[in-house]
């Protein structure tokens, strides 16, 4: 399956300083959504470069009810449909501590985080040995609670929706890890259900 992270191809982006890059930024640091519009751009794009084999996961995507009419939409020219919406539920307090904790290599996309897994030898990747360990930059604290808030704001909302068309999959998100991905595996092997 093809992961589509909204969230990655806006930070592309900004790395590449295009004007949907720029216009983000701003917002992405300050913990707020970006628009609507162009969020559906990105999407609408990727969508026209895979083939029909590809399945999809969206990640990070929809995050308002606006964005579940657009990306209906969407679904219905690229004839495609969804599966499941899989909700992982994790306390606010926890998701703090994880997000801002967290670092990733710049050079092969490796995950870390400072309390939780620490890369052996400090400030190099376990992986590819790069030494180009990263934080986000709306991975402070105060970027974080925002981005919570705009959660509890516009994206709750979408759940029950979802829920009234018997797609939603809720996952218990402070499991460990390997528990949390076996979840989330049993639930896509149930492709077709
Ligand atoms: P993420 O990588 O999913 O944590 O997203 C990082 C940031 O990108 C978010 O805080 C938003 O500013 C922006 N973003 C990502 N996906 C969306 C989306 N579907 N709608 C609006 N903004 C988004």
Do not use: W
């Not at 720029?22 to 969020?39: E, N, R």
């Not at 029909?52 to 995050?63: E, K, S, T």
């Not at 997000?99 to 710049?106: F, I």
């Amino acid at each position: 399956m093809v992961q589509l992270s909204t969230g990655d191809m806006l930070r592309a982006a900004v790395r590449a300083r295009t004007p949907v890059g720029i216009a983000a930024k701003a917002v992405m640091d300050a913990g707020g959504l970006v628009s609507d519009v162009i969020v559906e751009k990105l999407i609408d794009e990727r969508l026209m470069a895979l083939t029909p084999a590809n399945g999809i996961i969206f990640d990070g995507y929809p995050r308002t009810v606006t964005q579940i009419d657009a990306l209906d939409a969407l679904l219905e020219t690229h004839d495609r449909y969804l599966n499941h919406v899989v909700e992982l539920a994790v306390n606010e307090e926890a998701l703090v501590e994880r997000v801002t904790g967290r670092l990733s290599c710049t050079t092969c996309g490796a995950g870390y985080h400072n309390r939780f897994k620490p890369p052996v030898r400090s400030g190099h990747c376990d992986r590819c040995g790069s030494s180009a360990l990263e934080r986000r930059s709306d991975d402070t604290a105060e970027a974080v609670r925002a981005r919570l808030a705009e959660y509890r704001a516009k994206t709750m909302p979408i759940l029950p929706l979802y829920e009234a068309r018997g797609l939603l999959k809720r996952i218990d998100g402070m499991a460990d890890a390997d528990e949390v991905a076996a979840a989330i595996a049993d639930i896509l092997d149930r492709f077709d259900s």
